[in-house]
Every structure is written in structure tokens, then in C-alpha cells.
């Protein structure tokens, strides 16, 4: 399609687009998975749209190193999402501003003695991950999604209707704005509440982990040495994930999941009460929390759609599955429901087929429901064994931790799996 076919271009400029235009592939949620998405189709001789509620524009970076300048929303990239990243040319802009790259994880359980080491030379690999600012990656890919010239976006404008044409077999879109689209494949990447899922009537399991997350950013007294550290608390986990730091100034971004009742008073304290509660429930370990930027709490809820697929829709990352977030897993999970949508569309593509063809669709769900449920359950069985107050439990727990620590073997299936490279 000629780049002139872009009615919302990012830098803002409008171009009027025919009434009931069909695009291929519309995906709805220019979040870090859809916009990762746009670009794995762009390309490959496909019609794609882009629409996304908010202005489409590269979220501003500061330059600045200092607690106040970081996202309090950050992700811990598996060496697998980071590799997708790097094929769809949005790595080199996140390096270039700024990454945590972690190589060792320390996790211990605050009601006993058990504790976790792990290393990423016990699998042979330069790191376990990077902690990466959500608004870094998402501002990454947008400037792909820019350069390819085969997509059309649509910014500040939500989606207000969809439903099925039978005999079309194509969807039929309505934007806020009265404009209509037509879509052979209509793509959810519109995020946990999903607009799409609900106004197609998939159906969920859910339930609510009764814990809400307090996000932020700390500067702490001593380097976290590449060390990201989780502490199970009975109220639930603390994680003190790595950040890049300046000037012998040290940075962690926290997500502390604690128990609803308990969140309300933590988020009223001072900024002072706040980083000692916080240095508290750490135990110190990287000295004094000694400044904090304004805190965040979102919900947490495991939610899972029974069906990723209906005739021409597929639901991709958290509009299809959202998680506890203890191991960070969520957007990685995402980022390989991008990456396997993407190739089975394409490969659909090659043998000249649509892109919302029953069998696409059909090997899309079996290639990643499978593994998500996997890690969904293994997250909730986490949380679960954690909360346990019971002394058998607690013991048991702790020698668990200690006897892995020991099974170099099941250690390194462990860790691979976590790097996503198993
Ligand atoms: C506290 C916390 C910590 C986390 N830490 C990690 C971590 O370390 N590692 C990890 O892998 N994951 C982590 N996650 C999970 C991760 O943040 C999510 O999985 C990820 O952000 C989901 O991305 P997404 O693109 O699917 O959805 P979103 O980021 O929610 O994007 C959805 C987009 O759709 C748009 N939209 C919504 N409705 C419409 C509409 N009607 N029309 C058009 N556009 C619409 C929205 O504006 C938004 O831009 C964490 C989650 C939480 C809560």
C-alpha cells in the first residue's frame, strides 16, 4: 500500500481514508504487543492497520538519570523477547537510551531460611535478562512501526464496535470517530480489559489474587550489582528489579504485590515512612531506601480466555491471558503469542491464504495456549505455596529452595525455562 493511504500518520497529520476500507490484519492496541505485531506483518504484502486509543506518538524519553525519570511500569525481558525485539529492529533504540541487563537473581522466603541463587553462568549465557522501561520499548517500535510504510495508523482513536460479517466472511470495525474498516483478521492486543474480547462475547476464567502491586521506583545506598531480588513476604512478593544508575546514585524499580487491605495505608504514608516500611520489608539488603518517586497500585488478577480464536479474531498477550506478576512473565508470554501469530499468518500467506482462515487461527491457539496455561498455573501454584503459614508448609518450602539449589540439573532446566530459551 502507498505510504499516501496513512489517514493518521504518528507525527499527527491526518489523511482521509475510504469509508469501509479492508486491511488484511487490524490490530487494536498499539500496547508493546500489538505495535510488536504491526511490525513483525509489515513487510510481506499485507494490508495492515494499526488502532490504538491514544495518540500514537513515541512516548518522550528523559535524559536525566535520577529516581523521578524512570517508568514505573518496567518489564524483565527474557533473552527470547529480547531477541524478537532486536529481528523487528526495535532492540538497537532501547540500548541506545537505556537497559538494566541482570545476571544473577537471589530469591528467599522472608519465613525461614530458604533461599535461591541463580546465575547466568550456570547456563552458559552473558545474562539472565534486561529490565527495560515499558515506555522504551513501546517508543522503540513505534518508530519501526513509522518507517514501515505498510501500515496504516490509526491514533487517538478507540474502537467502538466490531462485529462479524457472515457473508463478507470478513469483521466489520467502527472507530469512535464513525470511521469503518473492514478486516480479514481482526487482531486483540487491546489489553487486559479487552474491548474486543467482551464485545465478541469470549468467555474467561478469572479470579482475583486478592493482592494489588505497588509500582515505583527507589534510590537505594549500595549497588544492586546486577542482581534482580525477589523476598516472599506472607503478604506476598517484593521484587527490587536492577536499574541503570549514574553518578554513584544506585536505582531499583519495585514491585511490591501485597495484600488489598494492606496497600491503602502503604500508598498514604510520606515518601520518608514509605522508604523505611519499604527498607523493612526488604530487610536492607541493598541499605537504606533513600528516596522514592511517586507510587502506583494496579489490580492483580489471573484471567484467562477459554477460546483465543473465533472465525477471523485472534486475542493476543493480556487481552487473552494476564498473570501474577512474581516471575515477570506477563509481556514476555505476549511477546511469543506475537511471535507465533505472526509466523503462522505469514506462512498462511505464503501458501496464499487469508490471514483470518480458520487454520491459521487454529494453529495459533494450539501453539501457545498450552505453554501459558503452564506458566499461569505455575504462578498461582507460587503465590499459593507462599502465603502458607502453616510450620509443615514453611518447612517444606524452605528445604524445597535449598534441595533445588543443589539439583544443578533441574537448576539449569529452571533457568532456561525462565530465559524463555527452552
Ligand atoms: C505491576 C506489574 C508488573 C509487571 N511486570 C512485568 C515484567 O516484569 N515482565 C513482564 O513480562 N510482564 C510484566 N507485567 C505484565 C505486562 O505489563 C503486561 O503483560 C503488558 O503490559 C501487556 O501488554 P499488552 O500490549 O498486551 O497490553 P497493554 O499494555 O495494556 O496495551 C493495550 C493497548 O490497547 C489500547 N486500547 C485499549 N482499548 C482500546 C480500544 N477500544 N481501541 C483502541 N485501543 C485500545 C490501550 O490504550 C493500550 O495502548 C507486569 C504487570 C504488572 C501489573
Not at 482513536?157 to 478486516?183: E, H, I, N, P
Request: with cysteine; charged share 20%.
Amino acid at each position: 500500500m502507498p505510504r499516501d493511504w496513512r489517514p493518521w500518520t504518528i507525527a499527527g497529520e491526518r489523511i482521509p481514508v475510504a469509508d469501509g476500507q479492508a486491511f488484511d490484519v487490524v490490530i487494536v492496541g498499539a500496547g508493546i504487543a500489538g505495535s510488536a505485531l504491526a511490525v513483525a506483518l509489515a513487510g510481506h504484502d499485507l494490508t495492515v492497520a494499526l488502532v490504538e486509543a491514544q495518540p500514537l506518538v513515541p512516548p518522550s524519553l528523559p535524559a536525566a538519570v535520577d529516581v523521578g525519570s524512570f517508568d514505573p511500569r518496567v518489564s524483565a525481558l527474557t533473552p527470547r523477547s529480547r531477541q524478537l525485539l532486536q529481528e523487528l529492529g526495535a532492540w538497537e533504540a532501547i540500548a541506545a537510551y537505556r537497559q538494566c541487563p541482570y545476571t544473577h537473581m537471589t530469591v528467599w522466603d522472608a519465613d525461614g531460611t530458604g533461599c535461591i541463587e541463580f546465575d547466568c553462568a550456570e547456563v552458559g549465557a552473558p545474562a539472565l535478562g534486561h529490565i527495560v522501561e515499558n515506555r522504551a520499548i513501546v517508543s522503540a517500535l513505534l518508530q519501526s512501526v513509522e518507517r514501515a510504510a505498510d501500515i496504516t495508523a490509526f491514533g487517538g482513536v478507540g474502537l467502538q464496535d466490531c462485529r462479524r460479517d457472515q457473508s463478507a466472511q470478513l469483521m466489520q470495525l467502527q472507530l469512535a470517530d464513525g470511521t469503518a474498516l473492514r478486516a480479514g483478521l481482526l487482531v486483540a492486543a487491546d489489553g487486559a480489559l479487552s474491548r474486543v474480547r467482551e464485545m465478541l462475547a469470549f468467555r474467561t476464567r478469572e479470579w482475583d489474587y486478592g493482592h494489588r502491586a505497588i509500582v515505583t521506583t527507589v534510590q537505594v545506598e549500595r549497588s544492586h550489582g546486577g542482581t534482580a531480588r525477589q523476598r516472599f513476604l506472607p503478604s506476598g512478593p517484593l521484587a527490587f528489579l536492577p536499574l541503570p544508575g549514574a553518578a554513584g546514585a544506585h536505582y531499583c524499580s519495585i514491585v511490591w504485590s501485597i495484600r488489598d487491605e494492606l496497600v491503602d495505608d502503604l500508598l498514604a504514608l510520606d515518601e520518608r515512612a514509605f522508604c523505611v516500611a519499604l527498607g523493612d520489608a526488604f530487610e536492607n539488603r541493598l541499605g537504606e531506601v533513600q528516596a522514592c518517586a511517586p507510587r502506583y497500585a494496579f489490580p492483580l488478577r489471573q484471567r484467562h480466555a477459554v477460546d483465543y480464536i473465533q472465525p477471523g479474531v485472534a486475542l493476543v498477550a493480556d487481552a487473552a491471558h494476564t498473570i501474577h506478576p512474581l516471575a515477570g512473565q506477563g509481556i514476555n508470554l505476549g511477546l511469543q503469542d506475537v511471535a507465533v501469530l505472526a509466523e503462522e499468518v505469514l506462512a498462511g500467506r505464503a501458501r496464499g491464504s487469508n490471514p483470518g482462515q480458520a487454520e491459521i487461527l487454529r494453529r495459533y491457539q494450539r501453539r501457545r495456549k498450552g505453554d501459558n496455561l503452564v506458566m499461569m498455573a505455575a504462578m498461582d501454584g507460587f503465590k499459593r505455596l507462599f502465603e502458607q503459614q502453616a510450620l509443615p508448609v514453611r518447612w517444606l518450602r524452605n528445604a524445597g529452595m535449598r534441595g533445588v539449589g543443589r539439583l544443578k540439573p533441574l537448576k539449569q532446566q529452571l533457568i532456561r525455562h525462565a530465559m524463555g530459551v527452552q
